[in-house]
């Protein structure tokens, strides 16, 4: 079984940054992925980045490229998404997930149903 545990959301102006963290636990695959859904009121969950730990390969939304960065740090089995240029249509539950599914691309990586494991969400909020 995998814990996934985020922290770091909260209140940012439009124009800020956040850092959010996952910290993932138990049993992993040795073959995964790693990433962010986000869901925002009376909208699907939506992909926003994920990294394949087989090649360090990145995924991200077009919503997000060039703002958003996504990072791991293996020893300490956590994935970080550094937001920059935060605007309110950022405002969401940001959720970790980690999942084995293969293959992994920029289409496939957005499929909510194909990750097996996900945090509880933190809430991200940006102000105008």
């Known amino acids: 079984e995998v814990q996934l545990v985020e922290s770091g959301g909260g209140l940012v102006q439009a124009g800020g940054s956040l850092r959010l963290s996952c910290a993932a636990s138990?049993?992993?695959?040795?073959?995964?992925?790693i990433g962010w859904f986000r869901q925002a009121p009376g909208k699907e969950r939506e992909g926003v980045s994920c990294i394949d730990s087989l090649d360090g390969t990145t995924y991200y939304a077009d919503s997000v490229r060039g703002r958003f960065t996504i990072s791991s740090d293996n020893a300490k089995n956590t994935v970080y998404l550094q937001m920059n240029s935060l605007e309110p249509e950022d405002t969401a539950v940001y959720y970790c997930v980690l999942g084995a599914f293969r293959p992994l691309t920029i289409y496939t990586f957005g499929e909510a149903s194909f990750w097996d494991y996900w945090g509880q969400g933190t809430q991200v909020t940006v102000s105008s």
């Open positions: 138990g049993s992993t695959f040795d073959d995964y992925a």
